[in-house]
């Protein structure tokens, strides 16, 4: 290699090096998630003339008939709550107390077993909260941690004619984190929807 032809290469090389160290370059971005834009806490009545209850929903929430279960009279009392911005939905479930399998020990038996039997394997823990609501409504929440497919769910009872579940569910693969923010969100709306809840 004649000496002009290594110095131009020396150049060249040295200029490229330089000209690479002021380039633009990115880094890789920190994991993040998608900002969300909460709409104003309003509330609705959900007051239907033969519905044995009644409570108060989000107006950014519909209701609609639950038609996927059972043909028996609880079913006529089954509906779910979209929440359409967050692809999420409470499931709200009914049965009168009494009966064949409509015991009021069954029932909480039942509503304990909901919480536990699916989730106790994925979750990180389950915390049981009692509920006395202002209309002396009773029963239990659960508060699911970990990657479980619900983190919220109650039942409420008057333990002689009425038994009410609600579970809150999301149209994704369960993560935590990417949910927390949303469930808190929501958490809230149950807990406006359990306290205005009444019995007819």
């Given at each position: 290699m004649n000496k002009p032809f290594r110095i131009t290469f020396l150049l060249v090389v040295f200029s490229s090096l330089l000209l690479a160290c002021n380039s633009d370059y990115s880094t890789g971005k920190k994991k993040g998630y998608?900002?969300?834009?909460?709409?104003e806490k309003k509330y609705q009545p959900f007051d239907k003339p033969?519905?044995?209850?009644?409570?108060?929903y989000p107006?950014?929430?519909t209701v609609t008939k639950d038609t996927t279960f059972f043909d028996d009279k609880a079913g006529d009392w089954?509906?779910?709550i979209d929440f359409p911005q967050f692809a999420g939905r409470i499931y709200v479930s009914y049965k009168a107390i009494g009966g064949a399998g409509n015991s009021f020990d069954s029932l909480v038996r039942d509503g304990f077993k909901m919480a536990y039997k699916q989730h106790v394997d994925v979750s990180t823990g389950i915390e049981e909260s009692r509920i006395l609501t202002p209309n002396s409504v009773e029963?239990?929440?659960?508060s699911l941690g970990g990657n479980t497919a619900t983190a919220n769910q109650f039942f409420l009872t008057d333990s002689?004619?009425?038994?009410?579940?609600?579970?809150l569910y999301f149209d994704a693969a369960p993560n935590a984190d990417s949910l927390r923010i949303v469930n808190d969100f929501l958490k809230k709306d149950l807990e406006h929807l359990i306290n205005t809840l009444k019995w007819k």
């Open positions: 998608f900002n969300i834009e909460f709409p033969d519905y044995p209850y009644t409570f108060e107006v950014y929430a089954w509906i779910n029963g239990m929440y659960f002689t004619k009425h038994f009410l579940r609600g579970a």
